[in-house]
């Protein structure tokens, strides 16, 4: 990164600019332990028990959204974290940054969300912080959170275990929360409009915990969407991924607010959904599992893996394919 450069938006908007900031600025100094991998979380050895460990920062505007707000959103963000890492998620700590001038009601709604929150989760917000800035400097609210679990373990989760003719499942429907926050923002007023899908993907995880070993990846599309995800499971491998554009899962508000902004649903967060990576043989007995779960009703097989190298690639309706890569620019801003 060439010294003389700045910041932009788009660094933080996890596409190939975020990719770059962290492999340039951040691994260089702290990628020899671990971070090594960049995880959603690390697993770090204890007496008796593995702990996983995350920590995440929320800034999406409006604080208030279809479907939720920031504070749902901070304990499933982390929680999440936590569970594609392997992880019953246990414990979190709760900072926030609050703007002077936002409203009481405001606070109280977002607490009491994060307080519903954790309670489903069956996590304990067991530390925290409150900081008050100058109006003007933080624009409503702030949140960070951290988040400890126990590593379950049976799991062997690594890219590196991904193989050829692996399937590539996803637990529902996808960009619900990104359409749900630009529909929001954009005050588009829709009847039956989309809606963020926060919410947690743990017990997904633990539905699927007997079959140890060929789970081989889970990560949760937020930032940089599906898309982001895919591609990084395959840059610089000599596998690839074919996508079915049949398979897409995606709720007729959100494909067409998607269509109305110009965006590809591949590119934006969803905030509740889990991509899984397993072996063909225990594809569909996964399904049917997450399927009988409220959070999984929609899954489906969205494609495999192939030896099509460091490419993800989507066959479309009509036959054709097309090339699925990385948001090279900041399309959503403050998702999350």
């Not at 409203?103 to 709604?109: D, E, T």
């Not at 995880?205 to 140890?212: D, E, P």
């Not at 610089?236 to 709720?251: H, S, V």
Request: glycine content about 14%; hydrophobic content about 45%.
């Amino acid at each position: 990164m060439n010294a003389d450069t700045v910041i932009q938006l788009a660094h933080g908007g996890g596409g190939r600019l975020t990719r770059e900031l962290i492999e340039s600025e951040i691994v260089p100094r702290f990628g020899n332990g671990p971070l090594r991998g960049l995880p959603d979380g690390a697993t770090l050895p204890s007496p008796g028990e593995r702990l996983v460990f995350t920590t995440d920062s929320f800034v999406v505007q409006p604080l208030e959204f279809p479907g939720g707000n920031i504070g749902d959103l901070a304990v499933h963000g982390t929680v999440n974290d936590l569970a594609v890492c392997g992880g019953e998620p246990k414990w979190l700590s709760l900072a926030l940054i609050i703007e002077e001038g936002l409203p009481f009601s405001v606070l109280g709604r977002i607490l009491d969300a994060v307080r519903a929150a954790a309670d489903a989760c069956g996590v304990t917000v067991a530390t925290g912080d409150t900081k008050v800035v100058a109006r003007g400097q933080g624009d409503g609210l702030y949140v960070n959170t951290a988040g400890i679990g126990l590593a379950l373990p049976e799991f062997d989760l690594g890219m590196e275990r991904i193989r050829e003719g692996d399937c590539v499942l996803v637990s529902g429907t996808l960009a619900d929360h990104g359409m749900a926050v630009m529909s929001a923002r954009q005050n588009m007023d829709f009847t039956d409009g989309p809606r963020s899908d926060t919410g947690t993907v743990h017990r997904l995880v633990l539905a699927v915990r007997g079959f140890g070993a060929a789970v081989r990846f889970m990560r949760d599309p937020t930032r940089g969407g599906a898309a982001a995800v895919l591609n990084e499971m395959v840059e610089g491998r000599e596998l690839g991924i074919l996508l079915k554009e049949r398979e897409l899962p995606l709720a007729p508000a959100t494909r067409a607010v998607a269509e109305m902004l110009g965006i590809d649903p591949l590119h934006a967060a969803s905030e509740g959904r889990l991509i899984l990576i397993c072996d063909r043989e225990v594809a569909p007995e996964i399904l049917a599992r997450w399927r009988a779960m409220s959070e999984g009703a929609g899954a489906v097989c969205l494609g495999t893996v192939t030896r099509d190298r460091g490419r993800v690639v989507m066959e479309t309706v009509t036959g054709g394919r097309r090339l699925v890569d990385v948001p090279r620019g900041e399309l959503l801003p403050r998702i999350c």
